[in-house]
């Protein structure tokens, strides 16, 4: 059974930071490119973030100078780490995985709340 639990999201004040974590189980961590998208009310779900197998990563423009998506295969977990956080910002994010041959997402975490607010 394959699962990506994502935590730590919450209520966050703007120019605040936090960081995002999603630990996979029942794949092969090594066999995924993995990334991070959001979804804000009322807007479709978009890519944030993302991070090859190789650890080659790319951002989406509104958050490329305030993020770090990073992973550890060891722990098969993915980390984004968001920085000088905007109103803007607040939105579902979901953690993803791709398989290297898929052209698709395969599987989707639940998805973890991130509200920016004063």
């Known amino acids: 059974q394959v699962q990506l639990v994502e935590s730590g999201g919450g209520l966050v004040q703007p120019g605040g930071s936090l960081r995002l974590s999603c630990v996979a189980s029942?794949?092969?961590?090594?066999?995924?490119?993995m990334a991070w998208y959001r979804q804000a009310p009322g807007k479709q779900r978009e890519l944030v973030a993302h991070?090859?197998?190789?650890?080659?990563?790319n951002y989406a423009e509104s958050v490329k100078d305030r993020s770090t998506i990073s992973r550890d295969y060891a722990k098969n977990t993915v980390w984004m780490h968001m920085n000088n956080l905007k109103p803007e910002d607040t939105a579902v994010y979901y953690c993803?995985?791709?398989?290297?041959?898929?052209?698709?997402?395969?599987?989707w975490g639940q998805g973890t709340q991130v509200t920016v607010s004063s």
């Open positions: 991070i090859t197998r190789g650890g080659s990563t």
């Open positions: 029942g794949i092969i961590f090594n066999f995924y490119n």
């Open positions: 993803a995985a791709q398989h290297y041959a898929s052209e698709s997402v395969n599987y």
